[in-house]
Nanobody, 127 residues
Framework: EVQLVESGGGLVQAGGSLRLSCAAS????????IGWFRQAPGKGREGVSS????????YYSDSVKGRFTISTDNAKNTVYLQMNRLQPEDTAVYYC????????????????????WGQGTQVTVSS
């Protein structure tokens, strides 16, 4: 059974940092892409970042480029999202998701391409 479990969310002041974790199990990561999405209150889900297990390529949306870093620890089957210089507009529920489609890539970061989702973790940035 494929499982994705996020952790690391919380409340932080503007300018602060958080590191989200996505523990993956139940599938081989070879060729998979793990993506991070977020959904703010009253808004649709937004693709934030993704990383490919096959070639290590990464992608960042313009809204987080230069502030967020995605990485993976293969030994722990965990993908991280290091979030620095957080702003109130980063407040959202953050989800990790897995795209297991053979030959997939980090772009485009479209919600419908991702087969499996975690339960989400809340990130709140106060001003």
């Amino acid at each position: 059974e494929v499982q994705l479990v996020e952790s690391g969310g919380g409340l932080v002041q503007a300018g602060g940092s958080l590191r989200l974790s996505c523990a993956a199990s139940g599938f081989t990561k070879d060729g998979s892409v793990i993506g991070w999405f977020r959904q703010a209150p009253g808004k649709g889900r937004e693709g934030v970042s993704s990383i490919s297990s096959s070639d290590g390529k990464t992608y960042y949306s313009d809204s987080v480029k230069g502030r967020f870093t995605i990485s993976t620890d293969n030994a722990k089957n965990t993908v991280y999202l290091q979030m620095n210089r957080l702003q109130p507009e980063d407040t959202a529920v953050y989800y990790c998701a897995a795209d297991l489609t053979p030959g997939t890539s980090v772009v485009p970061l479209w919600e419908f391409q991702y087969n499996y989702w975690g339960q989400g973790t809340q990130v709140t940035v106060s001003s």
